[in-house]
């Protein structure tokens, strides 16, 4: 499945650790499946994913954030290893055609 995805852009390799530890809200945030808090001000503000975006909490209280196709509960859900898919991968999907898919490397 990752070798038919490779050189997708949708396709993120990421750390067991960074897709363990990082709640779902930030995730969309930092790979751009909601607007980032510091997007107007590109310039100015220096990354930071500390505080995730107002779009990605609305998104999740609306429940149109998903994991694997369910509904995420809340916005400080963290995918675990049990939500993954052929033990490696997770895909995330903001409303109906924003999608990321996540592989642990």
């Known amino acids: 499945m990752i070798t038919a995805l490779e050189g997708d852009p949708r396709l993120v390799k990421l750390s067991a650790r ?34 995730y975006s ?3 909490k609305s998104l999740i209280t609306s429940r149109g954030l998903y994991v694997n196709n369910e509904s995420v509960p809340d916005p400080q859900h963290k995918i675990d290893a049990a939500q993954l898919l052929h033990e490696r991968l997770a895909v995330l999907r903001a409303g109906k055609d924003k999608i990321v898919v996540f592989a642990v490397v």
Do not use: I, Q, W
């Open 18 to 51: 960074e897709l363990f530890e990082t709640p779902v809200g930030k995730l969309a945030s930092k790979h751009k499946l909601t607007a980032s808090n510091c997007m107007f001000l590109f310039y100015f503000c220096r990354p930071s994913f500390d505080n």
């Open 54 to 56: 107002a779009a990605s």
